[in-house]
């Protein structure tokens, strides 16, 4: 028999799922580090553009790849918000042709997610293009669906406030939290308000 030394598309695959080919080290996969320290003090597997499943410009967005991201490990996750239909936020890759999904959806999938394969924080990273009015109802689905996981309030911890010039929560002090990592829009900083007021003074 002629054995080839070829590898086929299929192995070559096989390989580069394998754990012999795993970045890091495979008895390194549990925790094992001091999980006391402040969390910028941590590498965190994080996920950008986590929606799409394709190309940037003309993917699919699904609901189902914040699942798969969470049970694969990742720790902070990417939501690009804007404004949608009868008042109901949507993510999507703005000024693009990909397809959009509920932002309420994504928040469920999340929620049935998040801490199934650790306890540690999770971070939602919100890009957001959003009215205040929808920004009001991404508010209430956030508060409404993860309940007591959202971190809403400050910690007891009066070393864990998240005040200028203090050192951030650890992971340890952050288990089964979810946190939102959230920019305000330009026109809503009180400078750029500022601005456009002089503006119209001028005018």
């Known amino acids: 028999a002629v ?10 695959t096989n390989y580069l799922m394998s754990p012999d080919n795993l970045p890091t080290n495979i ?3 549990p925790v094992y580090q001091n999980m006391d320290q402040p969390l910028s003090h941590y590498f965190i597997n994080s996920s950008h553009n986590t929606y799409l499943t394709g190309h940037q410009f ?10 798969q991201c969470l049970l694969s490990g990742c720790r902070c996750i990417e939501l690009d918000c804007w404004d ?8 999507t890759h703005g000024f693009t042709l990909c397809s959009s999904i ?3 959806d994504v928040i469920e999938a999340i929620n049935e997610t998040a801490f199934k394969m650790t306890p540690y924080p999770l971070i ?3 890009e957001n293009h959003c009215t205040p009015r929808q920004q009001q109802k991404m508010a209430e689905y956030c508060i409404e669906i993860f309940g007591s996981k959202l971190l809403a309030l400050p910690l007891d ?3 864990a406030q998240l005040k200028p010039g203090l050192m951030l929560p650890s992971p340890e002090m952050l288990k089964y939290k979810i946190l939102i990592k959230n920019k305000k829009r330009k026109e809503d900083m009180p400078d750029q308000v500022d601005k ?8």
Do not use: C, H
């Open 3 to 12: 054995v080839s030394t070829q590898s086929t598309g299929e192995g070559f």
């Open 27 to 29: 008895y390194n996969l």
């Open 58 to 67: 003309s993917g699919r967005s699904s609901v189902e790849i914040y699942r």
């Open 84 to 91: 949608g239909e009868d008042n109901e936020p949507q993510i």
């Open 102 to 104: 509920q932002f309420k």
């Open 124 to 126: 939602l990273s919100f």
């Open 157 to 159: 911890d009066a070393k």
């Open 196 to 203: 456009e007021k002089k503006k119209k003074k001028k005018k």
